[in-house]
């Protein structure tokens, strides 16, 4: 789904004063940074406060917080889709189609190095990663063949060059 999020990407207005435009692409620093800082949150509030109702040591078991990721990655992919509805209401009810600019994973690496033998941790870590890439192959995979079946009969796209123009909240 990063593919997605970058194409969202290029329809904002990404310059920082007259004479710096943020790549798109970079613009996924931000779940590192958001990773650096909920860490230490998450370590030092979320857990005292869990561990108070839970009794587990950690506040939560490994299996939990899994759980709880994929919980919140459903609800962040909902609230994506939501609002890739309302962004492309706002483009249809001003007529931008055109207009450039609109105005407007750490708990399965641990799951994976806690539970394997100390000689195949680097091996479970690394395919735990492994498992993003091939979830970016797939979702790639996905578009190509979203946009082979929705163009047959010379229909637009669902995920065109000008996402203003196209459909990606069905994507979603």
């Known amino acids: ?3 997605m999020f970058v194409l969202q990407d290029n329809t904002m207005d990404r310059h920082m004063g007259p004479n710096f435009k943020i790549p798109s692409a970079s613009l996924s620093l931000f779940d590192t940074l958001s990773v650096i800082f909920w860490t230490p949150v998450y370590d030092r509030i979320i857990v005292r406060i869990a561990r108070k109702y839970t009794g587990h040591e950690r506040g939560f078991t490994q299996l939990q ?3 709880i990721g994929l919980v919140l990655s459903t609800i962040a992919m909902i609230v994506a889709g939501i609002l890739e509805v309302i962004r492309l209401n706002y483009v249809r009810r001003h007529n931008y189609y055109d207009l450039e600019y609109i105005p407007m994973s750490s708990g399965q690496v641990e799951f994976f190095y806690d539970q394997a033998p100390d000689a195949k941790r680097s091996l479970c870590a690394a395919l735990s990663l ?3 890439a091939l979830g970016n192959y797939l ?3 996905l578009v190509t063949i979203v946009n ?3 163009t047959r009969n ?3 796209e669902w995920i ?3 996402m203003n123009r196209g459909h990606l909240d069905y994507f979603y």
Do not use: K
Request: without cysteine.
């Open 1 to 3: 789904m990063s593919t």
């Open 65 to 67: 917080r899994m759980g």
């Open 130 to 132: 492994t498992t993003v």
């Open 139 to 141: 979702s790639t995979f």
């Open 148 to 150: 082979n079946l929705t």
């Open 154 to 156: 010379g229909n637009l």
């Open 160 to 162: 065109p060059d000008n």
